[in-house]
């Protein structure tokens, strides 16, 4: 079965610092991967996301992503925080052969310290 | 990039009653939509895949009869919650795409109270 782990429920880190949010997956196929961000009561907004290709994605507001196929990780990066990218953000999985349905990881929200 | 218009925003209904939520693709068409649905400081669970002029095809667990969908077009994709209980209250969420393989955008959401 298809599943998406994002570990780390609660995140803190102080305005400047860098990030790294984890997301692993288990797919049976071979994955579209997207990182979403959402803030309270709002819809999604996509970061990035890869299809193929440079294993290294960039996105909007300065996150970036590697794809590590041995490693079934997607992870999110920021080298410097800002207040405003507190959120929750969600790694999904997806792959044409299911029908390009996304399966969501649980979500990591991050909260930004001054 | 690509807008995808849900209405309303947010919703109160009494119980027992039906409740319809739009989902709009404003500038391009979409072959696909799907619903989603979130509980509060939950991740997005998938409801139902919609094609445009075919029947939906729902995910397991999740009642067809309850939660009717209609695609009529490709640019509109409705859900209505039938008789509504107040366990139905949640965040629902549409997303629509293009075609195979591509980026889905989503809406902003429907908070649904039921009360």
């Known amino acids: 079965a298809q599943s998406v782990t994002q570990p780390d429920i609660h995140i803190t880190v102080s305005e400047g610092a860098s990030l790294e949010l984890r997301c692993n997956y288990s797919?049976?196929?071979?994955?579209?991967l997207f990182w979403y961000v959402q803030s309270p009561g709002q819809g999604l907004q996509l970061l990035l996301k890869?299809?193929?290709?440079?294993?290294l994605v960039q996105g909007i507001k300065g996150f970036e992503a590697e794809f590590k196929r041995s490693q079934s990780s997607f992870n999110l990066r920021k080298p410097s925080v800002h207040w405003s990218d507190a959120a929750e953000y969600f790694c999904?999985?997806?792959?044409?052969?299911?029908?390009?349905?996304?399966?969501f990881g649980a979500g990591t929200i991050l909260r930004v310290k001054s | 990039g690509a807008v995808v218009s849900q209405h309303p925003s947010w919703v109160i209904c009494k119980s027992g009653t039906s409740v319809k939520i739009e989902c709009r693709s404003l500038?391009?068409?979409?072959?696909?939509m799907f619903w989603y649905r979130q509980f509060p400081k939950q991740s997005l669970m998938l409801m139902a895949t919609?094609?445009?002029?075919?029947?939906?095809?729902?995910e397991q667990g999740v009642e067809k009869d309850k939660f009717l969908i209609n695609h009529a077009s490709l640019t509109l994709s409705t859900l209505t919650v039938t008789s509504a209980h107040p366990e139905d209250s949640s965040f629902y969420i549409c997303?629509?795409?293009?075609?195979?393989?591509?980026?889905?955008?989503f809406g902003q959401g429907t908070r649904l109270t039921v009360v």
């Open positions: 997303s629509a795409q293009t075609g195979r393989g591509d980026e889905a955008f």
């Open positions: 500038d391009f068409q979409a072959t696909t």
């Open positions: 797919y049976g196929a071979t994955p579209y």
């Open positions: 919609s094609n445009e002029g075919s029947k939906a095809t729902y």
């Open positions: 890869y299809f193929s290709g440079d294993t």
């Open positions: 999904a999985v997806g792959a044409a052969e299911y029908g390009n349905k996304l399966v």
